[in-house]
């Protein structure tokens, strides 16, 4: 660990508050709310299709991503001598691989796929690279933990693409047979909330898919700019609802934590969905 720790200490050596602006800037674009806000447009207001592609992709891979941590138990950079630590609150648990580098990867290759543009492979390059410097800049992680983020955030995708390309037409099915593939880890790790947390979400998508791809069959084509707008915003309102009030009311611990993070993609895939499907916006 040595080495590593030499890594980040001279990524660190050249920090200053603007550097520190930037970068704490830089890794935000590999957290939840960042690639939840850009996700649920593109499913709510652009191209469903690709909506669920995106959901499916990202909630796999940060399951899989919360699987090897505990497998691995890496501890964190955090405390080490000579390395100072920003943004601590966005790294609890385990340290490889690097989650933030994994969902920024995963994000912007997904994006890739789908479209098949040259920028945007472009950008699936250099986005998750910066991220992942973000991390070692920030001291929270190792270079090998946004290594192994960075290879599983860009592979993932493109394996996953296969199976989408194929299945498409019964992907309820398919997302929940891939999350439930998880479900051993649950049993061999009962109290890692991160693990919860990545499961009871990965679910929830599995669940909104069926009860939307099933029952509400929403449309987005001929639908004017003004009410694709309210229904981002209201969605988003939504969103924060749903994450806030049951994380005010229901008590902490991993199986609360499972339950909020369940209702969320289930709120923004199926529910949402049936009230504006509904009231026409």
């Known amino acids: 660990m040595e080495f590593q720790a030499d890594i980040i200490r001279a990524i660190q050596s050249v920090a200053s508050p603007a550097l520190d602006f930037i ?3 830089i890794t935000m674009l590999g957290e939840d709310f960042f690639i939840i806000f850009v996700a649920t447009f593109i499913y709510w207001c652009f191209n469903k299709e690709m909506g669920y592609w995106m959901c499916w992709c990202l909630s796999l891979g940060n399951l899989f991503v919360s699987s090897l941590k505990v497998m691995f138990a890496v501890e964190r950079p955090i405390g080490t001598e000579g390395i100072r630590t920003l943004r601590e609150h966005t790294a609890p648990g385990y340290s490889f691989p690097s989650g933030h580098t994994h969902a920024s990867a995963n994000f912007f290759t997904s ?8 920028r945007f492979w472009t950008l699936a390059i250099i986005m998750p690279a910066l991220v992942g410097l973000s991390r070692l800049y920030l001291g929270v992680h190792w270079p090998m933990d946004v290594l192994g983020g960075y290879i599983i955030g860009l592979g993932l995708p493109l ?3 296969l199976l989408y390309r194929r299945y498409a037409m019964h992907k309820a099915i398919m997302f929940f047979i891939s999350t439930v593939v ?5 049993f061999i790790y009962p109290d890692d909330t991160s693990l919860w947390k990545s499961f009871g979400f990965a679910l929830g998508v599995a669940i909104g898919a ?3 791809t099933k029952f509400i069959r929403f449309e987005i084509d001929d639908i004017p700019a003004k009410k694709k707008a309210i229904r981002y915003v209201g969605g988003i309102v939504l969103i924060l609802i749903v994450y806030l009030l049951p994380k005010a009311l229901l008590p902490t611990g991993a199986i609360f934590s499972f339950i909020r993070y369940l209702l969320i993609p289930v709120a923004a895939t199926a529910l949402w969905p049936a009230i504006f499907k509904k009231y026409k916006f």
């Open 23 to 25: 970068f704490e800037a």
């Open 111 to 118: 994006i890739a796929r789908a479209v098949n543009r040259k």
């Open 159 to 161: 394996l996953l693409w």
């Open 182 to 186: 998880f479900v051993p880890f649950l």
């Open 210 to 212: 069926f009860i939307e």
